[in-house]
């Protein structure tokens, strides 16, 4: 399989969403615009779609270099998964897990935390909050090394990426309370999401999983909404400018760089905790 294979083989499913984002967004604005606690905060919506447009870019940019290196931990391995139906489901676990991974790191290690703390910058949770996504975030590739090295077909490893990230779009929203109790067992839900999201001491560093929620029920990291979330960083950001909101930790680690005078430092300040 090469570049062009993969890029003709799999399907555009971020294009076929695009409709339904832009429609889900325009209800729940006309939903909560007389809500003076939910509704829409004009320079916080601008901030994530500045953000977001920021993103659709680079990763344009980026895809063939990101289809690249896939393709080269896939060619890497001796062995093959059959394309067969039970390969999906085996291909959407691992995608999973190693968001899960990923994500949990970024929360626990300053340099990954760098390449995450744009999706937590807002002090409001609604569906364009799902836009702010981390110009920097293709760093956490390495992440998804045991998953491209499976032998599973790229295509259907990608393919299962694109799904795990749109499930991720509806979750960011305050509209939808509580889904049944079988789904919200197995299954990452708006609740969920807006524990992940707050500041407040219990929540912090908890609900780690993309689109199931067993990750965190199996690894002592999931945590119930038992009381009001309060969005936004612990200590809250001095700018709504997206290339602020992207790249401030990112200076302060390149600060505290030039200030290390000796290995250890510089191990902390990259892999110490945020």
Same mark, same amino acid.
């Given at each position: 399989m090469n570049i062009q294979q993969l890029e003709q083989e799999l399907l555009p499913l971020m294009n076929y969403a695009t409709p339904v984002i832009l429609g889900s967004v325009l209800i729940e604005f006309l939903l909560t615009r007389h809500d003076d606690k939910l509704r829409y905060r004009g320079r916080d919506f601008w901030s994530s779609v500045g953000i977001g447009a920021g993103s659709l870019v680079i990763n344009g940019l980026l895809k063939t270099g990101v289809f690249a290196f896939a393709l080269f931990f896939y060619e890497l391995v001796p062995w093959r998964f059959p394309k067969v139906w039970w390969t999906w489901p085996i291909a959407y676990l691992l995608i999973d897990f190693c968001n899960y991974m990923a994500h949990r790191v970024a929360h626990k290690q300053r340099v990954w935390w760098a390449t995450h703390v744009t999706h937590h910058s807002s002090e409001h949770l609604n569906f364009t909050t799902a836009f702010r996504n981390s110009w920097t975030q293709h760093l956490k590739l390495l992440f998804f090394i045991p998953a491209w090295a499976s032998g599973i077909n790229p295509v259907i490893l990608f393919t299962c990426y694109q799904i795990d990230l749109l499930y991720q779009f509806w979750i960011h929203t305050e509209v939808i309370r509580k889904m049944p109790a079988w789904f919200e067992f197995i299954f990452v839900t708006p609740s969920h999401h807006r524990v992940h &999201?707050?500041?407040?001491?219990?929540?912090? +560093?908890?609900?780690?999983?993309? @689109?199931?929620?067993?990750?965190?029920?199996? *690894?002592?990291?999931?945590?119930?909404?038992?009381?009001?979330?309060?969005?936004?960083?612990?200590?809250?950001?001095?700018?709504?400018?997206?290339?602020?909101?992207?790249? &401030?930790?990112?200076?302060?680690?390149?600060? +505290?760089?030039?200030?290390?005078? @000796?290995?250890?430092?510089?191990?902390?300040? *990259?892999?110490?905790?945020?």
């Amino acid at each position: 399989m090469n570049i062009q294979q993969l890029e003709q083989e799999l399907l555009p499913l971020m294009n076929y969403a695009t409709p339904v984002i832009l429609g889900s967004v325009l209800i729940e604005f006309l939903l909560t615009r007389h809500d003076d606690k939910l509704r829409y905060r004009g320079r916080d919506f601008w901030s994530s779609v500045g953000i977001g447009a920021g993103s659709l870019v680079i990763n344009g940019l980026l895809k063939t270099g990101v289809f690249a290196f896939a393709l080269f931990f896939y060619e890497l391995v001796p062995w093959r998964f059959p394309k067969v139906w039970w390969t999906w489901p085996i291909a959407y676990l691992l995608i999973d897990f190693c968001n899960y991974m990923a994500h949990r790191v970024a929360h626990k290690q300053r340099v990954w935390w760098a390449t995450h703390v744009t999706h937590h910058s807002s002090e409001h949770l609604n569906f364009t909050t799902a836009f702010r996504n981390s110009w920097t975030q293709h760093l956490k590739l390495l992440f998804f090394i045991p998953a491209w090295a499976s032998g599973i077909n790229p295509v259907i490893l990608f393919t299962c990426y694109q799904i795990d990230l749109l499930y991720q779009f509806w979750i960011h929203t305050e509209v939808i309370r509580k889904m049944p109790a079988w789904f919200e067992f197995i299954f990452v839900t708006p609740s969920h999401h807006r524990v992940h &999201h707050g500041s407040n001491p219990r929540f912090i +560093d908890k609900n780690f999983g993309s @689109s199931l929620i067993i990750w965190d029920r199996l *690894l002592g990291t999931f945590q119930e909404e038992d009381e009001v979330p309060v969005y936004g960083l612990t200590k809250p950001v001095e700018s709504y400018n997206p290339v602020y909101l992207n790249f &401030h930790v990112w200076v302060e680690i390149g600060r +505290d760089l030039r200030k290390a005078r @000796s290995f250890r430092q510089v191990r902390e300040t *990259l892999f110490g905790p945020p």
